[in-house]
């Protein structure tokens, strides 16, 4: 193979698609068109230019100020393009180590479709984040997102030909009801009902019960931790709601990639 070239490719390509995401998280919500014109900066409205817009660099370059009228770019920028390439990358190096192994969930869809596995599990990573920034913002999951990806789960599952269809299904609706309950029991400030609709991709992305038991366990168990540090930092306090999807993607997204080892740290009941 052509690891050399491919691999610069790979990581440009996490680039422009942080880019993108960077781009489209802050238009959605806002209710901006994503083909209206070019970015600008929001304070001088002047257009930035392609050589000021190269994700990642011009932020360095530029020392993360706009060059016309130095005004502070927002960090979201270069973090979500870092995160971006970082996990798209990620899960091209884990697509190659799988070769004759059959480990983690990545690999699971590798053994399955090749190659077109990378573009496919690349699109899901592209719409967690996406749902972890708008979420982290704007306290919203929009709906064209969280449905996205259980589409795309459920016709992964079908042509991938996995025997356990229905029961991948069922433990979505399953986990999607135990937080509907949630919500219920909170009155909506503990769960919102885009967390409830985003929970049914991800049994069916994992399959096996036990998969799907440590990404929901993780899921709180990540809020928690974060929850604790927060109100620590006194930057939250008890009561205040913080959006909950951010913890089920980075727990999915853990569980994706380390199922595993997870599974080897966890004999004892699992
Ligand atoms: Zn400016």
């Known amino acids: 193979m052509y690891w050399q070239l491919v691999t ?13 995401l960077g781009a489209l998280t802050y238009r959605i919500p806002r209710g901006i068109s994503i083909s209206d014109g070019r970015s600008f900066c929001p304070r001088c409205k002047k257009t930035i230019a392609w050589y000021d817009n190269i994700p990642l660099v011009s932020y360095i370059i530029l020392g993360g100020r706009c060059r016309n009228c130095r005004s502070k770019i927002s960090i979201r920028y270069p973090l979500i393009e870092l995160t971006t390439s970082v996990l ?78 229905y029961l991948r299904v069922l433990f979505g609706f399953l986990v999607a009801s135990f937080l509907l309950f949630l919500h219920l029991l909170t009155g909506g400030r503990g769960m919102g009902l885009g967390d409830v609709k985003l929970a049914l991709f991800a049994p069916v992305v994992l399959g096996d019960w036990r998969n799907v038991f440590v990404w929901i366990s993780g899921s709180f168990l990540v809020g928690a931790v974060v929850g604790t540090v927060l109100i620590a930092l006194r930057r939250g306090s008890f009561g205040k709601p913080i959006a909950f999807s951010p913890f089920m993607v980075i727990s999915f997204l853990l569980v994706m990639f380390l199922s595993d080892k997870i599974r080897m740290i966890l004999p004892v009941f699992l």
């Open 8 to 20: 610069p490719l790979v990581l440009v390509l996490g680039l422009i698609v942080g880019s993108f």
């Open 88 to 165: 798209i990358f990620l899960t091209y190096v884990q697509a190659i180590a799988c070769i004759g192994a059959d480990k983690n969930i990545v690999c699971e869809y590798f053994s399955r479709f090749g190659w077109w596995s990378l573009p496919y599990l690349w699109i899901m990573i592209i719409l967690l984040v996406a749902i972890f920034i708008v979420d982290l913002e704007k306290k919203i999951i929009p709906d064209e997102f969280s449905l996205s990806l259980f589409v795309l789960a459920v016709v992964g599952i079908v042509i991938g030909g996995f025997d356990d269809f």
